[in-house]
């Protein structure tokens, strides 16, 4: 029978949605089969075992019908020889049974273990790979439970649902016949009763289960409250809205007891038709079999076979709908699985080999007309017939208002994007002649934002080049001005970051992220300054690192403090997509009008 959810504060399971068996879904489902492939041997062993445990199970109320009959001739006869004998044969079938349940569950979980494992293997590694438009489009959060959700989901087929599906039928099947062998009249009966109570009970557990649902979103909703407070609890604070927030709060959990209090209304009604409606029914049988035994028409013994098997019947029944909507399920998360895996990736490669450089550059980069919108917002021409140069070794700034369009030629020279129409050039050759992974191995970027993964610093670091010696990250470390701060930790460069480890300023986590760069050694560097100004002794340990950073390669230089780029080779201006100025410091402050002189001289006022 359907699992039903209750009360408001189970745990809330994620809803997912169902698929319509069609051939279509069902020939994504075959797509996935694969997977399961190199386990067929114990998968087919599971089934066996399956169906042997499930037919011995069935023995059962055979032999507990004879037992009956033994018991009342054993009376008259007074000899028990007859009962010792079926008490074991029905011990002999229930050790059997157990036996084969314990290999059917071991064999199964195995199955669906690997198999998941391996599905969540390529899912990851192709996720990985995908471009950046996909995760531009995608909410990561989102598709992040989405696909453990989905996972889970066919784990749990594999290992549940399609053993449920079998052993259902098989005692459906088995049960059906029994019952017929014994009584046609009886089984007639049961068949024109069981099937209409048992479609009322699935309605009405559907029904409840739908409110218990809408209280368990309203239940969400009302934590979400508590989260997003506790998250801002200076900000509910600071505007003295401890008071609005608790009314809010107070609201929704108010919608939750009406809701919970609507749902028990229902379930005991539920309880009404079970009582009244489900043992009334049994009773029913029973009653009426007793007559039937009464007129001769049947044994004791076949009538108590009858009434064990018909409860067989009547779970497997119920338990249909179930399976039959986690079928549906599973084909929904099969179908988004398969989509996910058939998402055309980047051409990186991601094996070990995809650290040597194939094609070495120089440094020179070049921004031939470029232009670009965002896939996912076509109307808005965010990079409008791009020129500019850098030669190999120089600073070239980047400067504009925001939104003008900087941080998009940074995605340019990564290749995280093709741009509409233009190209760029490494060493004077259209990006397209370098793979990928060549042109990405050989750019480094030191980020506003400076992310830093659960870890030590030391592997923090290391990140610039997986597999660096202890010796090249102390060095990365010491070029960055990052190797005193480092030592003043207790635990020095094994200190935890990230997330659950200390937290560190901004300008030690940038000065981690130019270490991390310096590690890397590119031929060209983007540096996509903080807005955030930092203290000045912060700042000078920051731009001395940053000055060691840019010795020696092609620098690009996302400027915001307009201070930090007057020495640069050459100022690119850029205005709502296009270059409408470029030069030295020195030319474009002496441009009457002009943009840069502009902002330099707000900047200069602030
Ligand atoms: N992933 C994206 N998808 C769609 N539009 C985007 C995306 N990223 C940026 N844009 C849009 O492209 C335009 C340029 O954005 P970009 O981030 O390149 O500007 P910016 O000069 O770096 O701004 P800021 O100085 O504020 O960082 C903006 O209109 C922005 O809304």
Request: proline residues 3%; charged residues 20%.
């Amino acid at each position: 029978m359907a699992r039903q959810r209750l009360n408001s504060s189970n745990p809330a399971e994620q809803e997912l949605p169902k698929a319509k068996i069609s051939k279509e879904s069902l020939q994504h489902a075959l797509t996935l089969l694969k997977y399961i492939k190199p386990y067929r041997a114990k998968f087919g062993l599971g089934l066996f075992f399956l169906i042997g445990s499930t037919v011995a199970f069935m023995y059962i109320p055979m032999e507990m019908g004879k037992l009956v009959g033994v018991a009342t001739e054993s009376i008259k006869k007074g000899d028990l020889t007859q009962i010792k004998e079926i008490a074991l044969v029905l011990f002999g079938t229930l050790a059997f049974a157990a036996v084969f349940s314990f290999f059917r569950i071991l064999w199964f979980v195995e199955v669906s273990e690997k198999t998941v494992a391996s599905i969540r293997k390529d899912v990851y590694s192709n996720l990985i790979r995908l471009p950046m438009n996909f995760f531009a489009q995608s909410r990561v959060g989102e598709l992040n439970s989405r696909i453990s959700s989905d996972l889970s989901q066919i784990q749990d087929s594999i290992t549940t649902t399609l053993a449920e599906f079998l052993r259902q039928s098989i005692i459906l099947i088995v049960g059906i016949v029994a019952v017929t062998i014994i009584s046609k009249e009886l089984t007639l009966f049961i068949l024109c009763v069981l099937p209409v109570l048992i479609l009322i009970a699935i309605f009405f557990g559907k029904y409840i289960r739908s409110i218990a649902r809408k209280a368990q979103d309203k239940l969400a909703e009302s934590n979400t409250i508590v989260e997003e407070t506790l998250q801002g609890i200076a900000n509910v604070k600071a505007f003295t809205n401890e008071s609005y927030e608790t009314n809010r709060y107070t609201q929704s959990i108010n919608q939750v007891v009406k809701l919970a209090l609507r749902g028990a209304k229902f379930r005991g009604a539920f309880v009404i038709f079970i009582t009244l409606g489900m043992f009334g029914a049994i009773i029913s049988i029973a009653v009426y079999g007793a007559s039937l035994v009464h007129l001769g028409k049947i044994e004791m013994k076949d009538f108590i076979s009858f009434i064990l098997y018909t409860g067989f019947v009547g779970g497997a029944m119920g338990g249909f709908a179930e399976i039959l909507a986690q079928i549906q399920k599973t084909l929904g998360a099969t179908e988004r699985v398969v989509e996910l895996l058939g998402e055309p990736s980047e051409q990186v490669a991601i094996d070990e080999d995809s650290y040597k450089i194939e094609h070495p550059i120089k440094g020179d980069l070049a921004f031939d007309r470029v232009s670009f919108y965002y896939p996912s917002r076509p109307e808005v021409q965010v990079l409008n017939e791009v020129s500019f140069t850098a030669k190999a070794g120089e600073k070239v700034a980047i400067v504009g208002p925001s939104g003008a369009g900087k941080s998009t030629i940074v995605g340019q020279i990564l290749r995280f994007y093709e741009p509409q129409q233009g190209q760029l050039l490494y060493d004077g050759l259209p990006a397209s002649a370098y793979s990928l992974t060549d042109i990405r191995n050989q750019v480094a970027i030191v980020p506003q934002d400076v992310l830093l993964f659960g870890g030590s610093i030391k592997e923090n670091i290391a990140y610039g080049k997986i597999g660096a010696t202890d010796e090249e990250i102390i060095q990365a470390a010491k070029r960055a001005n990052a190797h005193n701060f480092i030592m003043n930790f207790p635990e020095g460069y094994e200190t935890k970051v990230g997330e659950r480890g200390v937290k560190l300023s901004g300008g030690q986590r940038q000065r981690i992220a130019i270490a991390r760069a310096l590690l890397k050694n590119p031929v060209i560097l983007i540096l996509d300054e903080a807005t955030s100004s930092l203290d000045s002794e912060s700042e000078r340990l920051v731009q001395e690192a940053l000055e060691e950073l840019m010795k020696n390669r092609t620098s690009i230089i996302i400027a915001h403090r307009l201070s930090t780029i007057r020495e640069a080779d050459k100022i690119v201006v850029l205005e709502k997509g296009k270059v409408i100025e470029q030069g030295t410091h020195n030319e474009l402050i002496l441009k009457d009008n002009g943009l840069y002189r502009y902002l330099s001289e707000l900047q200069l006022e602030s």
